[in-house]
């Protein structure tokens, strides 16, 4: 039997493209972007987010992560930039060629430090794990790169292709890459996994998150009043707090309407506990 859940507001903001949350336990912090925006934002979570810090950028920002000592690794539209603590920035590496038509979009690290982020917008979409300075291609033929997750032990990477609606699974770092299930109704979008090695899926376009066991099955829904959920993220000092970002961006003025807290951030207690996140390690 599916176990219902239904999200609530947790800021009095909205975002045009809300998306990767991002909790830094050291400092007790969430992070998110707003995509299209080009900012980085920083909050506190309490019984709601409260904003206390942006940090923007020219073009669009895709994903943020987070170094042990504080510092931002931050996905550009085509490049990865390091925002040190004190507020100095420094490039770190091109992923995208310059006025490429595709963009940086969902990233994340792995339970080694690295940094992996995929592309969206052309016709052949790339996921990349930056190391050693540069670039490995770990992906090279998808439509729309998303959500990245691993499980508990780190053996097993799952990875999101929005368009084809599929989640694939393989084992981690080297393994044969292969579908675990897709999404009918709605996008697959941003995921993480929880303590207990399941998944938990934004679907854009489907108003949810879904939680799916290691196998594929439909375990548990959280209910989004904003059509366009786009990634999750379990926060707080126990973990225990989903954190949901939404979007407005390709809702007509009736769907805002119908479903006026669209684009903010939202929340839900799910009876589980989230994996901390790692760290990126700037040595690797």
Same mark, same amino acid.
């Given at each position: 039997?599916?176990?219902?859940?239904?999200?609530?507001?947790?800021?009095?903001?909205?975002? !045009?493209?809300?998306?990767?949350?991002?909790?830094?336990?050291a400092?007790?912090?969430?992070?998110?972007?707003?995509?299209?925006?080009?900012?980085?934002?920083?909050?506190?979570?309490?019984?709601?987010? $409260?904003?206390?810090?942006?940090w923007? !950028?020219?073009?669009?920002?895709?994903?943020?992560?987070?170094?042990?000592?504080?510092?931002?690794?931050?996905?550009?539209? $085509?490049?990865?930039?390091?925002?040190?603590?004190?507020?100095?920035?420094?490039?770190?590496?091109?992923?995208?060629?310059?006025?490429?038509?595709?963009?940086?979009?969902?990233?994340?690290?792995?339970?080694?430090?690295? &940094?992996?982020?995929?592309?969206?917008?052309?016709?052949?979409?790339?996921l990349?794990?930056? $190391?050693n300075?540069g670039?490995?291609?770990?992906?090279?033929?998808?439509?729309?790169?998303?959500?990245?997750?691993?499980?508990?032990?780190?053996?097993? &990477?799952?990875?999101?292709?929005?368009?084809?609606?599929?989640?694939?699974?393989?084992?981690?770092?080297?393994?044969?890459?292969?579908?675990? !299930?897709?999404?009918?109704?709605?996008?697959?979008?941003?995921?993480?996994?929880?303590?207990?090695?399941?998944?938990?899926?934004?679907?854009?376009?489907?108003?949810?998150? $879904?939680?799916?066991?290691?196998?594929?099955?439909?375990?548990?829904?959280?209910?989004?009043?904003?059509?366009?959920?786009?990634?999750?993220?379990?926060?707080?000092?126990?973990l225990?707090?989903?954190?949901?970002?939404?979007?407005?961006?390709?809702?007509?003025?009736?769907?805002?309407?119908?479903?006026?807290?669209?684009?903010?951030? &939202?929340?839900?207690s799910?009876?589980?506990?989230?994996?901390?996140?790692?760290?990126?390690?700037?040595?690797?």
């Amino acid at each position: 039997m599916t176990t219902r859940h239904t999200a609530r507001p947790a800021t009095g903001t909205g975002y !045009f493209l809300g998306e990767g949350p991002v909790w830094d336990a050291a400092r007790q912090r969430l992070l998110w972007v707003d995509i299209m925006a080009g900012d980085v934002h920083e909050g506190r979570l309490g019984d709601r987010v $409260e904003p206390t810090r942006t940090w923007s !950028f020219e073009q669009s920002v895709g994903a943020v992560a987070v170094a042990e000592n504080g510092d931002l690794l931050v996905a550009e539209r $085509e490049t990865l930039t390091r925002v040190h603590a004190g507020g100095g920035r420094t490039h770190l590496a091109r992923v995208l060629p310059p006025g490429s038509p595709s963009r940086l979009n969902d990233g994340a690290v792995d339970p080694s430090g690295r &940094f992996l982020v995929g592309s969206l917008g052309g016709d052949r979409e790339v996921l990349v794990r930056f $190391e050693n300075g540069g670039c490995t291609i770990v992906d090279d033929d998808l439509t729309l790169s998303n959500g990245l997750a691993w499980s508990p032990s780190g053996d097993r &990477f799952y990875s999101v292709d929005t368009l084809t609606r599929t989640i694939h699974v393989r084992d981690y770092p080297a393994g044969a890459r292969s579908v675990l !299930f897709t999404v009918d109704d709605g996008y697959p979008d941003g995921m993480c996994v929880d303590a207990d090695g399941n998944l938990w899926l934004a679907v854009w376009g489907g108003g949810r998150v $879904e939680c799916r066991s290691p196998a594929g099955e439909l375990l548990a829904v959280v209910e989004v009043d904003a059509p366009h959920t786009s990634s999750v993220a379990f926060a707080g000092p126990g973990l225990d707090v989903l954190v949901i970002t939404t979007a407005t961006q390709h809702l007509s003025l009736t769907d805002v309407a119908a479903h006026p807290l669209s684009g903010r951030l &939202f929340s839900a207690s799910v009876g589980v506990t989230g994996l901390r996140t790692p760290y990126w390690n700037p040595g690797l």
